[in-house]
C-alpha cells in the first residue's frame, strides 16, 4: 500500500519561500507522476502542479507557474514543493498525491497546514 | 482555461434518498472527469474516475455519468457515511476542481 506524508514548516513568513517534502513509502516513485494540491481553510480544493519522478516533465497550473518549484529525488523516494514569494493568501493545507497517468490522484498524503504571516 | 462549475454547493438529504451531483464545464472535456469524497480533517479519497469508472473499493452505490460539459455523480441510496463533500476534478490538460458541493443530513 503507497502511503505518503507531508512535512515541512507549519509556518511561513510573508514573502519567503514555502517549502514543503512528501516522503513516499510502500513504492517508488520512479515511473509515477506525483503532484501538489492544496486547500484554504473553508475553501475548494486548489491543484498547483505535478511532476514525473526525476523532474523532466512537469505541469502547473498558470495561477502559479512563475513562483513554484515542484521535483522528485528518486534516491530519496520523495518529491518536494517550493512556492517563492509566499503571501497570506498561500495559508493553506497542502496536499500531495501520486498522479495516475490517466489524470487522477489515487494516493495521498494527510495534508499539512501551512500559515503564511508576518 | 477550463472552468468547472459544480450545482448546487449544498445539498440536504435523508439516508436511503437518491442524490445526484452535476458537473459542468465550460468547454467539451471528452471524459475527462473525476470525482472525489472529502471529509472533514481529510484528503480527498478518489471515487470516480473517467467519468463512470469506480475506483477499487468504492459501493456500488456511487455512479457517474456524462460527456462533453456536464457530469453527474449519483448516490443510489445515501448511507449515514456518505455525508461529506464532494469534488469534481478536470484531468486534462489541467486538473482543476469544482468549487465543492456539501451534502448534509436533513
Redesign the interface.
Known amino acids: 500500500q503507497v502511503q505518503l506524508q507531508e512535512s515541512g514548516p507549519g509556518l511561513v513568513k510573508v514573502s519567503e519561500t514555502l517549502s514543503l517534502t512528501c516522503s513516499v513509502s510502500g513504492g517508488s516513485i520512479s515511473g509515477y507522476y506525483w503532484g501538489w494540491i492544496r486547500q484554504p481553510p473553508g475553501k475548494e480544493l486548489e491543484y498547483i502542479g505535478y511532476v514525473h519522478d526525476t523532474g523532466n516533465t512537469n505541469h502547473f497550473n498558470p495561477s502559479f507557474t512563475s513562483r513554484v518549484t515542484i521535483s522528485g529525488d528518486t534516491s530519496r523516494n520523495r518529491f518536494s514543493l517550493r512556492l517563492n514569494s509566499a503571501t497570506a493568501a498561500d495559508t493553506a493545507v497542502y496536499y500531495c498525491a501520486r498522479l495516475d497517468k490517466r489524470g487522477f490522484y489515487d494516493y495521498w498524503g494527510q495534508g499539512t497546514l501551512v500559515t503564511v504571516s508576518s | ?1 477550463i472552468q468547472m462549475t459544480q450545482s448546487p454547493p449544498s445539498l440536504s438529504a435523508s439516508v436511503g434518498d437518491r442524490v445526484t451531483i452535476t458537473c459542468r464545464a465550460s468547454q467539451n472535456i471528452n471524459i ?1 472527469l ?1 470525482w ?1 469524497q ?1 471529509k472533514p480533517g ?5 471515487l470516480i ?2 467519468t463512470s469508472t469506480l ?1 477499487s473499493g468504492v459501493p456500488s452505490r456511487f455512479s457517474g455519468s456524462g460527456s462533453g460539459t456536464d457530469f453527474t455523480l449519483t448516490i443510489s441510496s445515501l448511507q449515514p457515511d456518505d455525508f461529506a463533500t464532494y ?1 469534481c ?1 478536470l ?2 490538460p ?7 458541493t456539501k451534502l448534509e443530513i436533513k
Open positions: 482555461d475527462y473525476n472525489y472529502q481529510k484528503a480527498p479519497k478518489l474516475y473517467l475506483q469534488y476534478q484531468s486534462y489541467t486538473h482543476t476542481f469544482g468549487q465543492g
